[in-house]
C-alpha cells in the first residue's frame, strides 16, 4: 500500500480524525489538533513549520528534551543487541542496571524494584503488592485503601477507585469501583507555617478503619492531576507516622514528581520519609517510551513471598523491556551528569520571575511555583478550544486542563526560552481575558 503523505498537517489530522481517539477527547466534538513533524531539544515543530516551546515535557515525561544525542545513542545501541525478550526466567543488563540505580537514588529502604509498563499499571501493581503482603501475614480484613481527595492516581480500575471521587471519575463508574476511604487533601499549603490541625482528618480515618486499610496512597508534596496543589511536608511527615502507628502500609505515587520536578530528586525528601511502597514512571525513560517501576522494602518482598503461594501475582509481558530499560539507565546518569538541581533551581527562579506579572490579572486565582513547577490558576475553568490554539499563535505548547495553565518545561530549557515560554502563556490567557 502507498504511504500517504503526512506533509500537510491539516490533511494529516483529517486522517486522524477518521480513526484516532485521543485522551479525554471526544469523536463528535474535537477539540483542536497540531500536527507534528519532529521535536528537538526544548521545541516542537508543526508540520507547518512552526516551531512550539515546549512547557510540558510532554506530561512531565521529557525532563532531557527531546531527540537527545545520548539517549537517541542508548536505544539504538540497545536495538541493534535486541529489542526486547520475555522476562519470565530471563534477564538481560539494561533491567539489572535500572533496577541497581533506582535502589541507589530512591529513599532508603526500597530494596526491590519490580518493572512495568506505565504509571497506572504501577499503581495496580502496588496495591496488589499491599494486599498480598497482608493476606501473607495472615491479617485479615485489609483490603481497602486509603487516599486524598484531589489525588490522581492512574486511569486503569483499580487505580481510578483511588482518585479523587469528584474530579475522578467515580460519578461515571459509580457503584462499579471498589469503594475506598478518602481524607480531606492537606490544607496546609508548601510553604505555610505548619498547622497540626491539617493532619486531624487523616488521624481520625486511620484511628476508626485501620483494620480495614492495606495502605494509605498519596502523591508526596504535589498532587498533581487533581489540582497541582503543593501542600506542607510536615503533613507527609505525619502521614508516615500515623502509618507506622496505625499499621497501615505508605505507597508514594512519585510518577510525576519523581527525578526532581519538585527540586528535590523524590517528593518524599521534602520530608525525610520513605514509603513502603514506591511507584516512578513518566520521565523514568525520559519520554522516550513507557515504562513504570514499583519500588518496595525488604519487608514487603519476603513477607509476600513467604506464604502462600510464595511468588508475587504479577508479570506483563513488557516487562522490563530492554530498550526502554537502556534509555532509562542512560536518563539517570545524564541527569546526574548534567546538574539536575542547579536547573530545577534556575528554572524555579525563573518561573517566579516571570509569572509574578500575571497574579494580579483579571481571572487569575493564584499562581505558585515549586521546582520546576510553575501553576496559574484561573478563577474559571478555561475555553481549551480558544486557549490553546491562542497559546499555539504564541508560539508554545502548553496544554491546560480545567483551571489551570501550568508549565513543567524540560530541564534543560535556557532563561530566555524560559522567558519567552512565560510571556506567550501570559499573553494567551490575557487575550482570553479580553
Ligand atoms: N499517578 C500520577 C501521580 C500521575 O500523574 C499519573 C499520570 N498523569 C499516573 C499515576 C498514571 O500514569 P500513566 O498515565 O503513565 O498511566
Not at 89 to 105: D, F, K, S, Y
Not at 117 to 129: N, Y
Not at 355 to 381: F, T
Amino acid at each position: 500500500m502507498q504511504q500517504k503523505s503526512s506533509e500537510n498537517g491539516a490533511e494529516l489530522v483529517e486522517r486522524d480524525r477518521q480513526v484516532l481517539w485521543h485522551p479525554y477527547s471526544s469523536v463528535l466534538q474535537p477539540s483542536p489538533l497540531f500536527a507534528v513533524k519532529r521535536a528537538e531539544g526544548v521545541r516542537i515543530q508543526l508540520q507547518d513549520g512552526r516551531w512550539l516551546l515546549d512547557g510540558m515535557s510532554s506530561w512531565w515525561s521529557a525532563m532531557h528534551g527531546y531527540n537527545h544525542p545520548v539517549l537517541n545513542r542508548a536505544l539504538q545501541q540497545q536495538a541493534e543487541q535486541f529489542a526486547h525478550v520475555m522476562f519470565g526466567g530471563l534477564t538481560h543488563e539494561p533491567a539489572t542496571r535500572l533496577g541497581e540505580q533506582l535502589v541507589q537514588i530512591t529513599p532508603a529502604g526500597l530494596s526491590r524494584v519490580f518493572l512495568c509498563d506505565s504509571g497506572s499499571v504501577s499503581v495496580e501493581v502496588a496495591m496488589k503488592m499491599a494486599a498480598q503482603y497482608w493476606q501473607a501475614k495472615g491479617v485479615q480484613g485489609k483490603h481497602r485503601f486509603l487516599s486524598l481527595k484531589r489525588g490522581y492516581h492512574g486511569d486503569t480500575w483499580a487505580a481510578m477507585s483511588v482518585c479523587d471521587p469528584d474530579t475522578g471519575m467515580h460519578h461515571l463508574f459509580r457503584g462499579m469501583l471498589a469503594q475506598q476511604f478518602f481524607v480531606e487533601s492537606p490544607s496546609c499549603r508548601f510553604g505555610d507555617d505548619w498547622n497540626p490541625a491539617s493532619i486531624e482528618p487523616l488521624q481520625q480515618t486511620l484511628q476508626q478503619h485501620a483494620h480495614e486499610i492495606a495502605a494509605l496512597i498519596l502523591e508526596p508534596v504535589v498532587q498533581g492531576t487533581g489540582g497541582m496543589r503543593f501542600y506542607h511536608p510536615q503533613w507527609l511527615a505525619e502521614a508516615r507516622r500515623l502509618c507506622d502507628q496505625h499499621g497501615v502500609l505508605l505507597i508514594a505515587d512519585e510518577i510525576a514528581t519523581g527525578f526532581g520536578r519538585t527540586g528535590k530528586l523524590f517528593g518524599c525528601e521534602w520530608a525525610g520519609i520513605s514509603p513502603d511502597i514506591l511507584c516512578l514512571g513518566k520521565t523514568l525513560a525520559a519520554g522516550y517510551m513507557t515504562l513504570a517501576a514499583t519500588l518496595c522494602t525488604d519487608e514487603i518482598a519476603t513477607g509476600i513471598c513467604s506464604a502462600e503461594p510464595g511468588l508475587f501475582m504479577h508479570g506483563p509481558t513488557f516487562m522490563a523491556n530492554p530498550l526502554a530499560c537502556a534509555v532509562a539507565s542512560a536518563s539517570i546518569d545524564l541527569l546526574q551528569e548534567t546538574g539536575w538541581q542547579a536547573n530545577v533551581q534556575r528554572i524555579q527562579v525563573g518561573l517566579e520571575g516571570h509569572l509574578s506579572g500575571i497574579a494580579d490579572q483579571p481571572g487569575v486565582a493564584d499562581v505558585r511555583v515549586l521546582g520546576a513547577i510553575g501553576v496559574i490558576e484561573m478563577q474559571q475553568p478555561v475555553d481549551m478550544n480558544r486557549l490553546q490554539p491562542a497559546l499555539v499563535e504564541q508560539g508554545v505548547w502548553v496544554r491546560p486542563f480545567g483551571k489551570l495553565v501550568y508549565l513543567m518545561p524540560p530541564y534543560i530549557m535556557q532563561n530566555d526560552d524560559l522567558q519567552q515560554l512565560c510571556q506567550g502563556t501570559m499573553a494567551a490567557i490575557s487575550q482570553q481575558a479580553l
